[in-house]
């Protein structure tokens, strides 16, 4: 998880992402990120612990995944969203984010 990434596209689940498809990352709220040490990030207001970026803005708990796709690095990362008004069902969409450096 350590390192820098950036957004490289938004998705409604892990498998809708192919590498053979445009990507488009328009309308990220994250676009980059840098994963430090002790939990902590490039941005103040995001803090990070396992599998979990808090967004202390957005009061978020956001589920991240990283996997790895034809030996490149992508963390899959929860946009938010969540609200009672969302519909039975309702999944938060994903960002997907291809690590810069380690």
């Given at each position: ?9 938004v998705?409604?689940s ?11 990352a328009?309308?990220?709220?994250i ?14 207001m ?8 808090m ?5 978020e ?9 034809d ?11 969540f ?13 997907v ?6």
């Amino acid at each position: 998880m350590l390192g820098a990434w950036r957004t490289v596209d938004v998705v409604k689940s892990i498998d809708e992402f192919t590498l053979d498809k445009k990507t488009n990352a328009r309308g990220a709220r994250i676009t980059a990120i840098t994963f430090q040490d002790n939990g902590r990030t490039d941005d103040m207001m995001r803090l990070w612990s396992g599998d979990v970026l808090m967004d202390l803005t957005r009061y978020e708990a956001l589920k991240m995944v990283v996997k790895a796709i034809d030996g490149e690095d992508y963390l899959f990362v929860e946009s938010g969203g969540f609200s009672t008004r969302n519909p039975k069902g309702w999944q938060s969409p994903l960002y997907v984010m291809k690590r810069r450096t380690k």
